[in-house]
């Protein structure tokens, strides 16, 4: 294998560029043998042709720009925030019992966060950030989409387990001006911290660097923690040129994914956050790549949920929390005094390509605490144990650096390929899925449609157990590491996996299973 800082000078293949649709359409198994309706087919015929010729993936003058080259906004000129500002919740139209209706518009929405210089992005009902989704266990859920972009799209439910047709598969894009409505129950036991955004085919890294996410809520109405009141910190990042607008990928966005040089807070930079009182804290990071290792000064932070709900006891205080792109966390702040604090991103070396790592730590927000002791209960939850696996996928992820971009960022050996099936689950049977990364960088690995319990990590010859159990969706898999995680799937159908690095995802780097 050549070497990754010095792979350009073997020729990135930039004049063959270019084409999701071209990437290897070779396997073992064809998309025809699924049943699939003709809407969905019609959908899929209609993203490829988006994808071809006349509509390329990369811009060739901003994808041959080297970072330093991009004129960008100044960051003296971006306004810092006030109170850390509450996320605007989606309005259920429906008055019964356990029934939400609700409606989202994908659109092209200005703002000015930036006095005089107004910046387009593509929103939920215009939000930054979107109308936060709150729901309940066992509720019959009804979300009209609009589609008001001009590009196709979808709204992937990440994490929650519904059917993969009411799941924003890429195969079930909704066209420019059309519509769809998304159905489905959510089960006993689904409470936890969730979100929405983009999975269109090749377009959900813009799309997401656009605006196209937001938060849901599941909530149980047998929670433990229901009397503690709540704050939630939404993580993104935001890149603006000089005049404000949102610039294109360069080359160095789509090897290493994109981040954005201004990271924000419920749409907000650097806010002020108050707590008076000993809060739960859920925590999302909806950033395209950016990792964050939070951490506060002179306070610690408990874990006492993840991505799928509460764990089944708090944790002991740690320092810092490591939030990879698409995890999620439920915290609790334990203060070592009290007072103004600063919410930090400490550095975090994901080893990233041709670039120098950066040590230097950044303020997120600045931090007002009055909190008084307050005692957690013992006992959260008890989690489901797994039955014994009856199966094993195998994920390889892997580089190569000699190719076509499109053609550099490989599950098992193959790039994405929307008519092929990678791999074959039964429904209701536990499996185990052993990922190992053979790549060089740190790539967090994301499978739909469930909640999935790591059971070890092996690097270098060694195994280990994760500290606590705990029910995700999301997990980082670092250079030369496995990850063994295990887990049931409750629909039939095509279920993703993927890099969430959404770069690396719309390069390619998914497979599909087939629930049967």
């Not at 019959?140 to 929650?160: A, K, M, R, W, Y």
């Not at 120098?356 to 144990?385: C, G, Q, V, W, Y």
């Amino acid at each position: 294998m050549i070497n990754r800082r010095r792979f350009l000078s073997y020729g990135l293949s930039l004049g063959a560029m270019g084409l999701l649709a071209s990437c290897q359409r070779s396997s073992n198994t064809k998309l025809e043998n699924v049943p699939a309706s003709g809407a969905e087919h019609t959908a899929a015929s209609h993203l490829d042709s988006h994808m071809g010729m006349n509509n390329s993936l990369y811009n060739q003058k901003t994808l041959l720009m080297r970072p330093e080259e991009q004129k960008l906004l100044d960051e003296t000129h971006f306004p810092v925030a006030g109170l850390l500002p509450m996320m605007p919740l989606l309005k259920n139209e429906s008055k019964r019992a356990q029934q939400f209706v609700g409606r989202l518009v994908a659109k092209k929405q200005t703002l000015e966060l930036v006095k005089g210089m107004p910046t387009e992005f593509w929103l939920y009902n215009g939000i930054l950030g979107g109308p936060q989704i709150v729901l309940y266990e066992e509720d019959e859920v009804s979300i009209l989409f609009v589609n008001e972009l001009d590009q196709p799209t979808t709204v992937h439910f990440h994490g929650l387990p519904i059917p993969p047709s009411q799941d924003g598969n890429p195969h079930d894009a909704v066209l420019s001006g059309k519509a769809r409505t998304y159905t489905f129950k959510l089960p006993k036991g689904s409470a936890g911290t969730y979100w929405y955004h983009t999975h269109a085919h090749g377009l959900s890294a813009e799309q997401a660097f656009r605006g196209l996410a937001g938060t849901c809520i599941v909530k149980s109405r047998n929670d433990p923690l229901a009397a503690l009141p709540e704050q939630h910190w939404v993580f993104s990042d935001l890149r603006l040129d000089a005049h404000a607008q949102i610039p294109e990928n360069t080359q160095m966005d789509w090897i290493n994914g994109r981040e954005g040089e201004f990271v924000l807070m419920n749409g907000a930079y650097k806010p002020q956050i108050e707590l008076k009182e000993t809060t739960r804290i859920r925590v999302w990071n909806m950033c395209n790549a950016r990792y964050l290792r939070l951490h506060i000064p002179d306070c610690d932070i408990i874990v006492v949920g993840t991505d799928g709900g509460l764990l089944e006891q708090p944790q002991a205080p740690v320092s810092e929390l490591l939030v990879v792109p698409a995890e999620r966390y439920e915290i609790i702040l334990k203060p070592r005094k009290q007072g103004r604090l600063v919410l930090q991103n400490l550095p975090y070396d994901r080893k990233k390509m041709m670039t120098t790592f950066d040590t230097k730590t950044s303020e997120l927000a600045s931090i007002h605490l009055a909190m008084p002791e307050f005692n957690l209960p013992k006992t959260l939850r008890s989690l489901p144990r797994f039955a014994t696996p009856t199966a094993e996928h195998i994920v390889n992820f892997s580089e190569e650096h000699n190719v076509a971009l499109e053609q550099m960022f490989k599950v098992n050996g193959q790039t994405f390929d929307m008519n092929r099936i990678d791999l074959i689950g039964q429904v209701h049977a536990t499996e185990d899925w052993l990922i190992t990364n053979a790549s060089h960088m740190d790539h967090p690995f994301h499978l739909h449609g469930t909640q999935f319990e790591v059971i070890e990590f092996m690097e270098f010859g060694e195994s280990s157990q994760p500290p606590y159990r705990a029910l995700k969706d999301t997990v980082n898999v670092k250079p030369l590491q496995s990850v063994r995680v295990r887990c049931k799937q409750d629909f039939k159908g095509l279920r993703m996996f993927h890099c969430h690095i959404l770069e690396h995802e719309a390069l390619g780097m998914m497979g599909q299973i087939d629930i049967r």
